[in-house]
């Protein structure tokens, strides 16, 4: 199936650790995004990747480092885990220049405790 | 910088009927797309409808259609025959065309909506 795939769906963590999201799209896309969902449903960009290029690097905190080792990978380490880091994490894919919008991966709930 | 205000939180309606949620923006570019996404309790986000705008024709999809007024900055969604699936939260969204955010998607707040039977 082409889409854009997250693993894991759920991420249950205690505070202090270290932790990444996997993202893998298989659409042939040139650019890929993390999006953070807050408990109020609302969505906003942590960065974008173009070709392996990195172009947008949100105002976040630096235990944030998005690594894509080629274009159709797109993954999401976080170190030293905080309470309000607990979200849920979208990774998405688009072509530039398509108008067609994103293909979003299903989705990851941090939940630190 | 661009913003997407949906003034309407929460909307409710009946099945089969008709429903139009709210979205306005705010940019000083001309050239961009607007699209409106679902997301249903299932958490995935599903790419509902979209319109460029520079084309004046309202895009349409099956039973979900939009008013674009690019002048007044309006852009929302009517649903036709709503159906109990349709129950999700709505979001608008605002896609610059080129520059340096290529591809940045600004979202609205979201308008949760219930199809009740």
């Known amino acids: 199936d082409t889409a854009v795939s997250q693993t894991p769906k759920y991420l249950v963590t205690q505070m202090g650790n270290d932790k990444s999201i996997k993202c893998e799209q298989n659409?042939?896309?040139?650019?890929m995004y993390w999006y953070k969902q807050d408990s109020k449903k609302f969505l906003k960009i942590m960065f974008s990747?173009?070709?392996?290029?990195?172009?947008i690097n949100e105002t976040v905190p630096n235990r944030f480092s998005p690594k894509s080792p080629d274009k159709a990978h797109l993954n999401l380490h976080i170190n030293s885990l905080e309470l309000g880091d607990s979200a849920v994490y979208f990774c998405?894919?688009?072509?530039?220049?398509?108008?067609?919008?994103?293909?979003f991966g299903s989705g990851t709930r941090l939940t630190v405790v | 910088a661009q913003t997407v205000t949906q003034s309407q939180p929460e909307m409710s309606v009946q099945e089969a009927e008709t429903v139009t949620l709210s979205c306005t923006y705010d940019?000083?570019?001309?050239?961009?797309?607007l699209f409106w996404y679902k997301q249903p309790p299932s958490r995935q986000m599903i790419l509902v409808i979209r319109?460029?705008?520079?084309?004046?024709q309202n895009a349409t999809e099956n039973r979900f259609s939009v008013n674009f007024q690019k002048a007044a900055k309006s852009f929302s969604l009517k649903i036709s025959d709503s159906q109990l699936g349709d129950t999700a939260m709505y979001f608008c969204?605002?896609?610059?065309?080129?520059?340096?955010?290529?591809?940045?998607?600004?979202f609205g707040r979201g308008t949760q909506l219930t199809v009740w039977p």
């Open positions: 998405a894919s688009s072509q530039e220049g398509r108008a067609h919008g994103y293909t």
């Open positions: 659409l042939g896309h040139d650019t």
């Open positions: 990747y173009n070709n392996k290029e990195l172009i």
């Open positions: 940019t000083s570019e001309s050239n961009y797309y």
């Open positions: 319109q460029e705008a520079y084309k004046q």
């Open positions: 969204a605002f896609m610059k065309r080129g520059g340096s955010t290529l591809g940045r998607l600004y």
